[in-house]
């Protein structure tokens, strides 16, 4: 699969007070609170975002404070953190900030954590990057019965994995089938009255250069049909 980027993305919303002193950090009270959320998720990527909140005791804080903060991946630090951050006082006892990632999706589920500190506060929460959904074609096995004419038709679904698909088919006998393929299904028509087998191979693109490490493949057998 296609290494893991990330990409980084801050949103301000609201830039609140903080500090009981003036400006800077020292000596802080009050509270200090992260909260994750998913925000959107497409078939490679999923969208984090991370709210902090300080809160001060009272309601009369100016200036500012500076904090750090660290993004971590299934535990492991990623590169360039930790980074410092300064929120400014806008005559109010809270402020909030929104630090928002977008995370490549994985074949396996990911925690995203951000820890978050000043000098003597601390707080950090994660979220979950479902992985990738296992590729498939279902069902896996149909048959053009002894019944079932020249123009019948059997379709299958593709869902799953990294879109677009590529699909191709291996005839046991040549123009056994005709195929039409969309986005998220095959439909393969009968066109013979012979006997014969049909694999249809499905490759996603989670390689966009080599397309083969995630294949899903299905059997289609044909019956003689009825003269």
Same mark, same amino acid.
């Given at each position: *699969?296609?290494?893991? *980027? ?8 609201? *830039? ?11 000596? *802080? ?12 998720? @497409? ?11 300080? !809160? ?19 535990? /492991? ?14 005559? !109010? ?15 396996? @589920? ?19 990057? #479902? ?8 069902? #896996? ?13 059997? !379709? ?5 994995? /990294?879109?677009?698909?590529?699909? @191709? ?11 039409? #393929? ?16 049909? @694999? ?8 966009? /250069?080599?397309? !083969? ?12 049909? #009825?003269?």
């Amino acid at each position: *699969m296609k290494a893991l *980027m990330i990409y980084v993305g801050l949103i301000v919303s609201s *830039m609140f007070l903080l500090n009981g002193c003036g400006s800077g950090s020292a000596g *802080m009270t009050g509270t200090l609170d992260v909260q994750a959320s998913n925000v959107s998720s @497409t078939d490679t990527t999923s969208k984090v975002a991370f709210t902090i909140t300080y !809160t001060h005791p009272t309601a009369d804080s100016v200036g500012g404070i500076r904090y750090n903060y660290a993004l971590y991946i299934d535990g /492991v630090l990623q590169a360039g953190y930790p980074v410092e951050g300064q929120m400014n006082d806008n005559g !109010t006892n809270t402020f909030t900030k929104i630090l928002s990632y977008d995370i490549d999706k994985t074949p396996a @589920t990911q925690t995203v954590r951000l820890v978050v500190s000043t000098d003597n506060l601390t707080s950090s929460d994660s979220v979950s990057i #479902t992985a990738v959904d296992v590729l498939e074609i279902l069902p #896996t096995i149909q048959t053009f019965a002894v019944t079932d004419l020249v123009g019948s038709t059997k !379709t299958f679904s593709i869902s799953g994995g /990294v879109p677009p698909y590529i699909v @191709t088919f291996e005839q046991s006998t040549a123009g056994l089938v005709t195929s039409v #393929t969309t986005a998220s299904s095959v439909t393969l028509t009968r066109a013979l009255t012979s006997a014969g087998t049909v @694999t249809i191979t499905v490759k996603d693109s989670s390689d966009p /250069v080599t397309p !083969t490490e995630v294949q899903a493949q299905a059997i289609l057998t044909v019956i003689p049909a #009825t003269p």
